[in-house]
């Protein structure tokens, strides 16, 4: 079956710091692969995400490749922020019958960014 | 730009009572994903709809049910509730089948 699984936290870090998270996934056909973030209290919002092998998805200074050879898609950011602060969620969705199916997210990853 | 929009935002309940949740899709779009979201837990899908007719169905239990309406607006119905139903339920929309747009959330407490 289609699976994510990410780094449990929570990860605490100083303000400035580099920031990986840890994200690998099982998946029939081709997924699509996508990192969202939830504030506390909030929503989902979506960080970025990328559709294909290699593709590189960006967004206020964060970055994720889609690595198919090692079903990886990893978090990263090279200087952290106290607003960075938040739930960190990884997930997957499988493109089939012409539509994209239903997201399935990891459990979540916890930063806190220190000053 | 318009957003999705749930309602209500809040809901409070006493077991074995009943609950209906509403979800306002972004306009033109024609495709409604619910998901529940329980305390520290990450979303699970429940269900989905497109162009009023049930696409996909996840973890939904039998006591809920779901409908998609002719304006495209969906409605998660809750029947006999539970302590374990206590989280909050996000309904997503999307538009020729593509990214999924997350509406707030509706934060259900369960008494």
């Known amino acids: 079956g289609n699976s994510v699984t990410q780094m449990e936290g929570p990860v605490t870090l100083s303000e400035e710091a580099f920031l990986t998270i840890n994200c690998t996934y099982t998946a029939t056909g081709y997924p699509s692969l996508f990192w969202y973030v939830q504030y506390p209290g909030e929503g989902l919002q979506l960080l970025l995400k990328?559709?294909?092998?290699?593709d590189k998805g960006s967004n206020k200074g964060f970055e994720a490749t889609y690595r198919k050879e090692t079903t990886s898609f990893h978090l990263e950011k090279g200087s952290v922020q106290v607003s960075d602060s938040a739930v960190y969620f990884c997930a997957l969705s499988v493109y089939y019958g012409g539509s994209q199916g239903n997201l399935i997210f990891g459990k979540g990853t916890k930063l806190s960014v220190k000053p | 730009a318009a957003g999705v929009i749930q309602s209500p935002r809040h809901l409070i309940k006493e077991k074995r009572e009943t609950a209906t949740l509403k979800c306002y899709p972004i306009?033109?779009?024609?495709?409604v994903y619910w998901y529940q979201q329980g305390p520290g837990q990450d979303p699970q899908f429940l269900i989905s709809?497109?162009?009023?007719?049930?696409?996909d169905k996840g973890s939904i239990p039998d006591r809920f049910s779901a409908q998609q309406f002719s304006d495209y607006h969906s409605e998660l119905n809750m029947s006999s509730l539970e302590l374990g139903d206590s989280a909050l339920y996000f309904c997503?929309?999307?538009?020729?089948?593509?990214?999924?747009?997350f509406g707030p959330g509706t934060r259900l407490l369960v008494l």
């Open positions: 306009p033109r779009h024609d495709t």
């Open positions: 709809f497109y162009e009023k007719m049930q696409s």
């Open positions: 990328a559709t294909k092998a290699d």
């Open positions: 997503a929309s999307s538009g020729d089948r593509g990214q999924q747009y």
